[in-house]
């Protein structure tokens, strides 16, 4: 999406998978920020390129977790500059991990 976070923490909750990403705005993202037009642009934008792309990030996670995913949520901030997905998935998958 155009920069790398500096952070990403992940974290799996029974049926949820939660993606924690920090400081994921452009340096231009971050311009556009600083008024309420700017806001409201680089929100839709990024809320459309996720659409586009989730996809992709359900595939990835089907992938490492061998389950379906039920539904795709994300939502960035750009008074903190973090993001955050979140996946929910047809099973529970915890008992999976502990037995690995």
């Known amino acids: 999406m155009g920069t790398e976070p500096k ?10 998978v939660v993606i924690e990403l920090k400081d994921v705005l452009t340096p ?3 311009e556009l920020t600083k008024n309420p037009e700017g806001v409201e642009l680089v929100k839709r934008c990024r809320a459309c390129i996720l659409e586009r792309a989730q996809n992709i990030f359900k595939e990835i996670i089907h992938n490492l ?16 500059n973090e993001g955050s997905i979140i996946f929910t998935l047809s ?3 915890e008992p999976k991990l502990k037995e690995k």
Request: aromatic share 10%.
């Open 28 to 30: 231009i993202e971050q």
């Open 7 to 16: 952070e990403v923490k992940s974290y799996i909750i029974e049926d949820i």
């Open 65 to 80: 977790l061998n389950v379906e995913v039920v539904a795709f949520y994300a939502d960035i901030s750009t008074k903190v």
């Open 91 to 93: 099973e529970n998958v």
